[in-house]
């Protein structure tokens, strides 16, 4: 199973709307400027392809990735699917 089906597996609902169609797996700091966070837990959101280009539309280019906010709610949240997928992860190498 790849990295972002098995997100999409553990959260299949959009993490702004609660859509349950169309699901990505966001990037919180895009990709380009940290490719070492490709797979991290902690820097994904699953997100409806709605909110993602909305997201993106917003994000795109100004917001340093460091000066954005990591509600606690949310880091827990994080924390906990990190460790369902770092338990999981066995199976797929
Ligand atoms: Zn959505």
Redesign the pocket.
């Known amino acids: 199973m790849t990295f972002s089906k098995r997100l999409r597996r553990l959260q299949p609902w ?1 993490s ?4 349950v169609n169309d699901l990505t797996v966001d990037h919180i700091i895009p990709v380009v400027h940290r490719p070492d966070l490709e797979f991290d837990v902690s820097n994904c959101d699953v ?2 392809r ?2 993602n280009g909305r997201k993106d539309a917003l994000t795109r280019g100004d917001t340093p990735p460091d000066a954005r906010p990591h509600p606690s709610a949310k880091a827990q949240k994080l924390l906990h699917l990190q460790m369902i997928v770092n338990k999981d992860a066995g199976d797929a190498s």
């Open positions: 959009c702004k709307c609660g859509s997100l409806c709605s909110c």
